[in-house]
């Protein structure tokens, strides 16, 4: 089957975070973490057949969908999950807040690495931890475990793994998991792994490890957050999940999230199942598209001569360095030339722009010849 992914659909007055931020303003948006493909055609159908339908009332994951998911993990992930496991959740967000009250006290502290993805940042100081943020290696996403042994302190309760990596890309390694599922064992941390993005991986020497499928031990202190909102596109539709083995942690999740957080709506839990049953063939075509427009944004990035970046292994986010440029708000720039990206200072990482390469060819076109243009005045 053939899919139109360079179809340009115009999402101006729809409501949509990423399209209607600049109102009339001739600026591309490459910001939001929402792809501007259509939906599968196989969820677009099932969406349609659950609208006729015609009833909407409060609703829960079917058999059906636990089924598709468990055989989603065992396939995809060589994961074999029990069905008691699974809490489904209406987003990744809500399942990191969730999570972060529900191990440790007041006071306690939650590690993360950095950059990235800005919510890890948010949500253990709402939930009245300390944050406490390590730089990674490098700008490819390498951990840099010597910072992590010096950084933990005895009220450490948790760390927070994004993998694949947002914003850098990175899709960490067999050995890189298991040396960081060490760490979590000596002192004692549960391990909140953020694996939304596991369904796009580009390169093709690369594969998405879930932390919690290597061993028990690591297993029973692991908290997997995952939804097919980023591969599929049905981001608004919100329907996510977490994957926790260990009976008595789940139940803790389960008591942070009671009265505080809503259940999934019918049509994240339609798409859901639509997305991971039925949609093995646009899948494989999206990740040859976003190969080609990663390449596409790699050449324009290095013949620019004051910008650089580390291809992404996985996702559609291209994590570039601006440092060179010598700007203090390299966002405004950026504006400037028509382009409208994530500030890296939202992420720990000042000097950087975070571009959304999931677009039309026409749409990357355009915006990488106002690339060319940034700083150039």
Same mark, same amino acid.
């Given at each position: 089957?053939?899919?139109?992914?360079?179809?340009?659909?115009?999402?101006?007055?729809?409501?949509?975070?990423?399209?209607?931020?600049?109102?009339? /303003?001739?600026?591309?948006?490459?910001?939001?973490? $929402?792809?501007?493909?259509?939906?599968?055609?196989?969820?677009?159908?099932?969406? =349609?057949?659950?609208?006729?339908?015609?009833?909407?009332?409060?609703?829960?994951?079917?058999?059906?969908?636990?089924?598709?998911?468990?055989?989603?993990?065992?396939?995809?992930?060589?994961?074999?999950?029990?069905?008691?496991?699974?809490?489904?959740?209406?987003?990744?967000?809500?399942?990191? =807040?969730?999570?972060?009250?529900?191990?440790?006290?007041?006071?306690?502290?939650?590690?993360?690495?950095?950059?990235?993805?800005?919510?890890?940042?948010?949500?253990?100081?709402?939930? /009245?931890?300390?944050?406490?943020?390590?730089?990674?290696?490098?700008?490819?996403?390498?951990?840099?475990?010597?910072?992590?042994?010096?950084?933990?302190?005895?009220?450490? /309760?948790?760390?927070?793994?994004?993998?694949? =990596?947002?914003?850098?890309?990175?899709?960490?390694?067999?050995?890189?998991?298991?040396?960081?599922?060490?760490?979590?064992?000596?002192?004692?941390?549960?391990?909140?792994?953020?694996?939304? =993005?596991?369904?796009?991986?580009? $390169?093709?020497?690369?594969?998405?490890?879930?932390?919690?499928?290597?061993?028990?031990?690591?297993?029973?202190?692991?908290?997997?957050?995952?939804?097919?909102?980023?591969?599929?596109?049905?981001?608004?539709?919100?329907?996510?999940?977490?994957?926790?083995?260990?009976?008595?942690?789940?139940?803790?999740?389960?008591?942070?999230?009671?009265?505080?957080?809503?259940?999934?709506?019918?049509?994240?839990?339609?798409?859901?199942?639509?997305?991971?049953?039925?949609?093995?063939?646009?899948?494989?075509?999206?990740?040859?598209?976003? /190969?080609?427009?990663?390449?596409?944004?790699?050449?324009?990035?290095?013949?620019?001569?004051?910008?650089?970046?580390?291809?992404?292994?996985?996702?559609?986010?291209?994590?570039?360095?601006?440092?060179?440029?010598?700007?203090?708000?390299?966002?405004?720039?950026?504006?400037?030339?028509?382009?409208?990206?994530?500030?890296?200072?939202?992420?720990?990482?000042?000097?950087?722009?975070?571009?959304?390469?999931?677009?039309?060819?026409?749409?990357?076109?355009?915006?990488?010849?106002?690339?060319?243009?940034?700083?150039?005045?």
């Amino acid at each position: 089957m053939q899919f139109d992914f360079d179809e340009v659909v115009d999402r101006h007055q729809t409501g949509s975070d990423k399209w209607d931020a600049y109102d009339s /303003r001739d600026i591309i948006p490459m910001w939001v973490a $929402d792809m501007d493909f259509r939906a599968p055609p196989a969820v677009l159908d099932a969406l =349609h057949a659950r609208v006729d339908h015609g009833v909407f009332g409060y609703t829960s994951a079917t058999s059906e969908l636990v089924e598709v998911t468990c055989t989603m993990l065992a396939d995809h992930c060589d994961w074999r999950v029990e069905p008691d496991w699974l809490v489904w959740l209406p987003g990744m967000v809500p399942g990191l =807040h969730v999570a972060a009250a529900a191990v440790g006290e007041d006071g306690d502290a939650v590690m993360t690495t950095t950059p990235v993805y800005p919510p890890f940042l948010l949500a253990p100081p709402r939930a /009245r931890r300390e944050l406490l943020t390590v730089p990674l290696a490098d700008a490819s996403g390498r951990i840099d475990f010597d910072a992590l042994e010096a950084a933990v302190h005895p009220r450490a /309760r948790m760390l927070i793994l994004c993998n694949p =990596h947002n914003p850098t890309g990175r899709v960490y390694s067999e050995e890189e998991l298991r040396r960081l599922a060490d760490f979590c064992l000596r002192h004692d941390l549960v391990l909140v792994s953020d694996e939304i =993005h596991c369904g796009l991986v580009l $390169d093709s020497d690369a594969r998405h490890h879930c932390v919690a499928a290597l061993g028990e031990e690591i297993a029973a202190r692991t908290i997997t957050l995952m939804a097919p909102s980023k591969t599929y596109n049905i981001a608004g539709l919100g329907c996510s999940l977490a994957i926790i083995p260990d009976r008595d942690l789940r139940r803790r999740f389960a008591r942070a999230r009671a009265g505080f957080v809503p259940g999934v709506n019918t049509l994240g839990y339609t798409a859901a199942l639509a997305a991971w049953r039925d949609c093995a063939s646009w899948h494989a075509a999206l990740i040859d598209v976003l /190969r080609r427009n990663r390449d596409l944004v790699q050449a324009a990035v290095d013949a620019h001569p004051a910008l650089s970046m580390h291809s992404p292994q996985a996702t559609y986010l291209a994590w570039i360095d601006c440092r060179e440029l010598g700007l203090k708000h390299p966002a405004t720039a950026f504006e400037a030339a028509g382009l409208g990206l994530s500030d890296g200072q939202a992420f720990d990482g000042t000097g950087y722009m975070r571009l959304n390469f999931g677009c039309p060819l026409p749409t990357l076109e355009r915006a990488l010849a106002r690339l060319q243009q940034v700083g150039r005045d």
